[in-house]
């Protein structure tokens, strides 16, 4: 079941089957990264509220918090106090160079071996067609009305790792 979160009157879609493999909160992290290299949140698009987060996904603040608070941690969003939080810039950029880094370590020693044990050319694999994503892409969100958000500065949570601000 996909749901949908605003921000500042964006739309957040995101699917809310969360799975016992790994932490919501983690689960969470990697949603916004997939939304961000997906170019679905761009660098300064604002990400919905820790409360509205929460209300929409039946998710505990402090679950979302924690998962706000990794992307802030690896500088992918930045905390603007009484905004909210935004999509850092470079975001997409410093996503994209891991992400490739990642493929040529991991992924791509065993494609190449292989290409190599069925002989395929360069010709051959280039002549093939790229099929479907594999990874599902966010659906497209329910009416505008279905979800709101709180005004602008309005987030109860947004400095709460921030006692001494």
């Known amino acids: 079941m996909t749901y949908s979160a605003t921000a500042h009157g964006s739309e957040f879609p995101m699917d809310a089957n969360w799975n016992d493999s790994q932490p ?4 969470l992290r990697d949603r916004v990264v997939a939304m961000i290299l ?4 761009k660098e300064g698009d604002a990400l919905p509220s820790v409360r509205n987060v929460a209300a929409d996904f ?3 603040p402090l679950t979302v918090l924690k998962g706000y608070q990794q992307l802030v941690d690896e500088q992918l969003v930045e905390k603007r106090r009484g905004r909210g939080m935004y999509v850092a810039e470079g975001a997409q950029r410093a996503l994209l160079k891991g992400e490739r880094q990642k493929f040529l370590e991991d992924d791509w020693p065993r494609v190449h071996a292989t290409i190599q044990r069925l002989g395929l050319s360069a010709a051959e694999l280039l002549a093939v067609p790229p099929a479907a ?6 659906a497209p969100p329910p009416a505008a009305d279905a979800m709101r958000r709180d005004p602008p500065g309005n987030d109860d949570y947004a400095d709460f790792d921030e006692p001494n601000a």
Do not use: F
């Open 133 to 138: 994503s594999p990874e599902p892409r966010p």
């Open 24 to 27: 919501i909160y983690r689960q």
């Open 58 to 60: 039946r998710l505990n």
């Open 38 to 41: 997906e170019g679905a949140l």
